[in-house]
């Protein structure tokens, strides 16, 4: 099973990036897919989740409004928009997977993991 997170990179506050997420050797359609993020030296923060078929959403607090979920089960992949970025979103980005929305916001519950992507907004 894979889970290849992609699209990171260094942008300026007010910039936009959109994150992939790939997966193979699943069938994510049947998975809840969700996206986590930690900061240096900040624990693993719940960032967003889809539903396996995509009709529930979830956002956190700090991200409601500027991030969007989506996802092409056809292609296996999941989307993350991020739009009017800040510094405070700097982090690495990880895509995870899960058969139980419920589980949506414990890392811990989660049943597969990607390596995750490196976002830097700058001032």
């Known amino acids: 099973v894979q889970l290849q997170a992609s699209g990171g990179g260094s942008v300026q506050a007010g910039g936009s990036l959109r994150l992939s997420c790939e997966v193979s050797?699943?069938?994510?359609?049947?998975?809840?897919m969700v996206w986590f993020r930690q900061a240096p030296g900040k624990e693993r923060e719940f960032v967003s989740a889809?539903?396996?078929?995509?009709?529930?959403?979830a956002y956190g607090d700090s991200v409601k409004d500027r991030f969007t979920i989506s996802r092409d089960n056809a292609k296996n992949t999941v989307y993350l928009q991020m739009n009017s970025l800040k510094p405070e979103d700097t982090a690495v980005y990880y895509c995870?997977?899960?058969?139980?929305?419920?589980?949506?916001?414990?890392?811990?519950?989660?049943?597969?993991w990607g390596k995750g992507t490196q976002v830097t907004v700058s001032s």
């Open positions: 889809s539903s396996s078929g995509g009709d529930r959403t």
């Open positions: 995870a997977a899960d058969r139980y929305y419920a589980n949506r916001y414990d890392a811990n519950r989660m049943d597969y």
């Open positions: 050797g699943i069938t994510s359609r049947v998975y809840t």
